[in-house]
């Protein structure tokens, strides 16, 4: 079960908890690999080691953040 906490916005900039953990692993795994894109898997995977998350949920956070996948790969 997901903590309530979870979508009460950080007053600083508005990012709730979980919005936060998917930018902070984002950036992360961005420098490990050493380039701009992240597979979405891996970055899920990343995710839920942190908070427990359903796959549309964090779906719906990355569209929210304006992070996904590339034109040429959604096809």
Avoid at 7 to 14: E, K, T
Avoid at 27 to 39: N, Q, S
């Amino acid at each position: 079960m997901s903590d309530p906490l979870d979508d009460l916005p950080d007053v600083r900039d508005g990012l709730n908890r979980i919005q936060r953990i998917v930018l902070y692993e984002l950036d992360k795994a961005r420098r490990e690999l050493g380039r701009e894109f992240v597979p979405t898997v891996m970055l899920y995977g990343r995710v839920v080691e942190r908070v427990n998350i359903s796959e549309e949920r964090f779906q719906a956070v990355l569209r929210s953040l304006g992070v996904g996948a590339r034109s040429s790969e959604r096809e």
